[in-house]
């Protein structure tokens, strides 16, 4: 744990208000759920919380299987990072802050699919051109979007149809119902 040297005050009703500058850090925005921690020693803990992160064992095993049945490499995503990956390298994925573009695909509830003559990658890590989206496919429960499923494209040239943005929009749905469950 790092100090940062600044000190906030509970208001009368029991909040504290986190700084603009560590939220930014962060990328903790209005309206995000925040885990709370507390150890022995009296530490309070804050941590962003994911829910999809919850459904981790079951996010890979359900990426294992699109990876095998679509044969793409597989990532699942929440809102900030990769925590899930099939097909491709896990030690270059797993686990990494996903790309502003792929931030954007989930806000704005959108799906995107790359086109066969797109000079435009979106790369799912950010800085990372490694690997970019093929298909991107964002995980909406209950009006409000939680992560995404992304099929990886390592070349740019891959070519995906219909049936791959079917797989894709159906494994979304299917992990937004388990959310809701």
Known sequence: MKATGIVRRIDDLG????????????????????????????EVI????????ELGIFATQYA???????GY?????DKDNIIA?????KKELM??????????????????TIKKDSSKKVSVIEGDEKYSAGIACPIIAEGDTIGSV???SEKGNESYGDVEEKLAISAAGFLAKQMES
């Open 150 to 152: 992304v099929f990886l």
């Open 64 to 70: 294992e299987i699109l990876s095998k049945t679509s």
């Open 46 to 53: 804050f941590k962003k919380y994911s829910p999809i992160g």
């Open 15 to 42: 909040r504290v208000v986190i700084p603009k500058e560590i939220r930014r850090t962060m990328r903790i925005r209005e309206g995000d759920p925040l885990e709370i921690f507390t150890d022995r020693e009296g």
């Open 85 to 89: 990956v099939s097909g491709a390298s």
């Open 95 to 112: 686990d990494k802050k996903i790309s502003t573009d792929i931030e954007n695909i989930i806000e704005d509830k959108i799906m995107y």
């Open 73 to 77: 490499g597989v990532c699942i995503t």
